[in-house]
């Protein structure tokens, strides 16, 4: 079971949006709406953003977005920050009970 | 409020074998969800290891199957993992973390032990 693809990188301006895609195949996020995003800032452990592709847990801002389509989910946050700035990861469960994590996007506000 | 808080040594030698526990407090472990090993080697990407459910079953990463057991303690709140015959690509940060039933998100996770593999 391969890795999720996502970008290396992204950037935007404070109070721009910007969208984090995670690509994956039939076996793992086109086939399950079972999609989470983590956000990792330096030297923390990840905090998760969504879960289930579109849901935002207790506390989490509601500038966090997600969607999917297809094989490949979404992370969409709007009204930029700085606060945002950190590496942003998607999961997703797959076929046969196994889960697997994307590589990773790192987010700098410009 | 659910914690988590991994321990266990720092250094592992070659070959050996690499074990961990993570101690859950706030919430009692047979009441439950799964509960999950990921690990991040220094400066790249998260890697699910395996999870365990609180009634023992327990679900692995293809890649690490042949070499990683995760048994629960209901006793004690604890879950642990064993990684044996570990190299220096073994060196990373672990996590534990509560995982739904659904193997679908991880949420608390503990802070992480960083573990090094060298001689």
């Known amino acids: 079971q391969s890795a999720l693809t996502q970008p290396a990188s992204v950037s935007g301006s404070p109070g721009q949006s910007i969208t984090i895609s995670c690509t994956g195949t039939s076996s793992d996020v086109g086939s399950y709406n079972l999609v989470s995003w983590y956000q990792q800032h330096p030297d923390k452990a990840p905090k998760l953003m969504i879960y289930?592709?579109?849901k935002r847990p207790s506390g989490v801002s509601n500038r966090f977005s997600g969607s999917k389509s297809g094989n490949t989910a979404s992370l969409t946050i709007s009204g930029l920050q700085a606060e945002d700035e950190a590496d942003y990861y998607c999961?997703?469960?797959?076929?046969?009970?196994?889960?697997?994590f994307g590589g990773g996007t790192k987010l700098t506000v410009l | 409020q659910v914690q988590l808080q991994e321990s266990g040594p720092g250094l592992v030698k070659p070959s050996e074998t690499l074990s961990l526990t993570c101690t859950v407090s706030?919430?009692?472990?047979?009441?439950?969800?799964?509960w999950g090993w990921i690990r991040q080697p220094p400066g790249k990407g998260l890697e699910w290891i395996g999870s365990i459910y609180h009634r023992g079953s327990t679900y692995y990463n293809p890649s690490l199957k042949s070499r990683v057991t995760i048994s629960i303690d209901t006793s004690k709140n604890q879950f642990s993992l064993k990684l044996s015959s570990v190299t220096a690509a073994d060196t990373a940060l672990y996590y534990c973390?509560?995982?739904?039933?659904?193997?679908?998100?991880?949420?608390?996770w503990g802070q992480g032990t960083l573990v090094t593999v060298s001689s």
């Open positions: 999961c997703s469960y797959a076929r046969s009970s196994i889960v697997v």
């Open positions: 289930e592709g579109s």
């Open positions: 706030g919430y009692s472990i047979s009441s439950g969800y799964f």
């Open positions: 973390a509560r995982h739904t039933t659904q193997l679908d998100w991880f949420d608390p």
